[in-house]
């Protein structure tokens, strides 16, 4: 049996709002406890050279640099709160920050500098998640399915399915059904599956940005004084993403927003929100049979989305699930929750597990990854 680490898990997601820091103690397979968390925004200019090389376009290495030595600010600045001493952990689970996803080329590009994160820290480094899934066939995302078992495994004894769906930039389902055992490692088809359903903030924070100079919509007031325009949402669900079978997932900049366009600022805003919890209510088509219909599955949201009720309240009715509730109601931090997840993943990583399943990712076989970077 693995030993229970300490490790530190840090997460830069889609949505460019900063670094998401959280401490876990985990075997690789059973989450012992989830520990203390914090995010550190991005300052104005780093977030910007950031959104400048999103696609792969431009010079990465001094961007790259910077975003590292603001990890480790992260880290330093979570265990100095804590009182915890860098030897006390065990291991970083450095996720990066996605610049570029394009699986059907097999490529994922993720900077960060592991060996300068572990320089900086004093603490070994697991990074580089997604190289291995992809060179081996899969999509390379959600990572984060075989930690929403593991943190679901309990509620699961008294719900025959659960759907965690976290929306970030892009959003993402984990549907995981009666028979799964995160120990199988191949588990049945019907008991687990993952898949992007869609944009989950970033449209919506891009027209927001545009027409406001916010970085998002706080508190879905925008949408909330706008009208759906039926006609944008339509066109917006009848991209042939929505019709391919999962395994599947996209890059941040996959969708864009010609069809609000000529929207005013609240209209389009609505019709964005609309367009992500519609994207949601599309994906449950791709559920097993005798879970499509609202009330056989218990939805959990994490990410930055459940912070907005227009977007929570666009998901309960798109979906006809009016219990659709934020992952706190189970006792998780969803603002950490990704974060923990990396840590649960570098743990899994060391212990040779896998990450990543053919129901999750599309990959041929469970397969692990992770590249590790001892402390100097």
């Not at 998401?20 to 910007?48: H, K, M, N, Q």
């Not at 009182?83 to 080329?105: S, Y």
């Not at 219990?323 to 998780?332: N, Q, S, Y």
């Amino acid at each position: 049996m693995s030993r229970i680490q300490t490790v530190l898990g840090l997460m830069s997601g889609t949505s460019l709002d900063g670094i998401d820091a959280g401490l876990l103690e985990t075997d690789g397979r059973a989450v012992v406890r989830a520990g203390p968390s914090a995010t550190t925004p991005y300052e104005s200019d780093l977030r910007e050279r950031l959104r400048a090389i999103l696609g792969g376009g431009g010079p990465a290495a001094e961007v790259e640099r910077d975003l590292t030595l603001a990890h480790a600010e992260a880290v330093a600045d979570l265990l100095k709160s804590t009182g915890i001493k860098p030897e006390a952990v065990d291991l970083i689970g450095f996720h990066g920050h996605t610049i570029l996803h394009r699986p059907h080329e097999g490529r994922t590009v993720q900077i960060g500098d592991a060996g300068l994160l572990a320089k900086r820290t004093g603490i070994a480094v697991v990074s580089a998640f997604r190289s291995r899934d992809v060179a081996e066939g899969g999509q390379g995302a959600p990572l984060v399915p075989l930690f929403h078992a593991a943190i679901t495994e309990g509620l699961r004894q008294t719900h025959p399915s659960i759907a965690v769906l976290n929306v970030g930039g892009v959003a993402n389902l984990t549907w995981i059904g009666e028979g799964f055992d995160i120990e199988a490692g191949a588990p049945r088809r019907g008991t687990i599956l993952a898949f992007d359903t869609g944009p989950g903030n970033a449209l919506i924070d891009d027209w927001t940005r545009r027409h406001t100079g916010q970085l998002h919509d706080a508190g879905g007031r925008l949408a909330a004084a706008g009208t759906l325009d039926r006609a944008a949402l339509s066109a917006l669900l009848e991209q042939k993403f929505f019709d391919l079978p999962p395994p599947k997932s996209l890059d941040r900049n996959d969708f864009d927003l010609g069809p609000v366009v000529l929207l005013s600022p609240e209209d389009g805003a609505a019709s964005l929100t609309a367009f992500t919890a519609g994207a949601v209510a599309r994906a449950r088509e791709h559920f097993p049979d005798g879970m499509r219909l609202p009330g056989q599955t218990r939805w959990l949201v994490t990410g930055g989305g459940r912070h907005n009720p227009s977007l929570m309240g666009a998901l309960r009715d798109a979906l006809g699930e009016p219990g659709l509730a934020p992952i706190e109601e189970i006792g998780w931090d969803g603002d950490a929750l990704e974060a923990h997840a990396f840590a649960y993943l570098a743990a899994r990583s060391r212990a040779g597990l896998a990450l990543t399943l053919p129901r999750t990712t599309g990959v041929k076989r469970p397969t692990t990854g992770g590249k590790f970077t001892q402390a100097p």
